[in-house]
């Protein structure tokens, strides 16, 4: 399974990659208007320090803007996926990306049918937003496994990328799954880290050497 850290904050993306976890990086326009610095100049860094995929979102809602950011992204570095929302001319911008080598992430995925469609479009990655849907009453996890069956199904080569992921339930439940990637932020990826055997069993070991005969 693949991990990607979720943010723009080059900070965290180090914290992240030094642990020799990291696979990828996800951006959202939320995010990037977080760290208060140009699109570009962040993305670039990030490219930088991270050698696998970097998802990178356009703002235009139509295909034809679409494809002229997606253009311009893909310009910038070989790494740089273009992330296009679930949207009617999304799908149109994930099909002309696709005839023309662009990697695409397509975002704001909320059901597995809107998920089938961003496959038969060519996206390479299918970001579906669990946490967002479970703050809905719905059940996140449930369509990752819509999506997971229906993709093995018909043997669709687009990856499931877990989104919106909000606690390390979420992270296993999609490693069980066989999702692709989850894309963490940092605190979540720290939170996998922790259990509290290992701190508890940690501090004994410590005080134990204490006693050793140095
Ligand atoms: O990058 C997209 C997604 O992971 C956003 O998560 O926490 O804003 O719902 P969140």
């Known amino acids: 399974m693949k991990f990607f ?77 273009v992330k296009i929302p679930l949207i009617a001319e999304g799908l149109k911008a994930t099909r002309m990306c696709s005839e023309e080598g662009i990697k695409t992430n397509v975002t704001l995925c909320f059901s597995a049918t809107q998920a089938l469609l961003a496959a038969k479009a060519g996206a390479t990655y299918i970001s579906p937003f669990v946490g967002r849907l479970d703050d809905q009453s719905g059940d996140g996890m449930a369509m990752v496994a819509d999506i997971c069956d229906i993709y093995e199904n018909y043997g669709f080569t687009t990856e499931v990328l877990v989104a919106s992921v909000r606690h390390p339930m979420h992270v296993l439940e999609a490693a069980k799954m066989g999702a692709h990637v989850a894309t963490c932020p940092l605190s979540v990826l720290l939170q996998l880290t922790k259990h509290p055997l290992t701190e508890s069993g940690l501090a004994k070991f410590l005080k134990d050497w204490e006693k050793v005969p140095k």
């Not at 860094?45 to 998802?55: A, F, M, N």
């Open 5 to 81: 850290i979720d943010t723009a904050d080059i900070n965290d993306i180090k914290e992240a990659t030094a642990m020799g976890i990291i696979d990828g990086v996800t951006t959202n326009p939320s995010l990037v208007a977080k760290v208060g610095r140009s699109f570009r100049e962040v993305l670039l860094e990030i490219c930088d320090v991270v050698d696998g995929p970097v998802s990178a979102e356009v703002v235009s809602e139509t295909a034809e803007g679409m494809m002229k950011e997606a253009r311009e992204l893909a310009a910038l570095r070989d790494n740089i996926v």
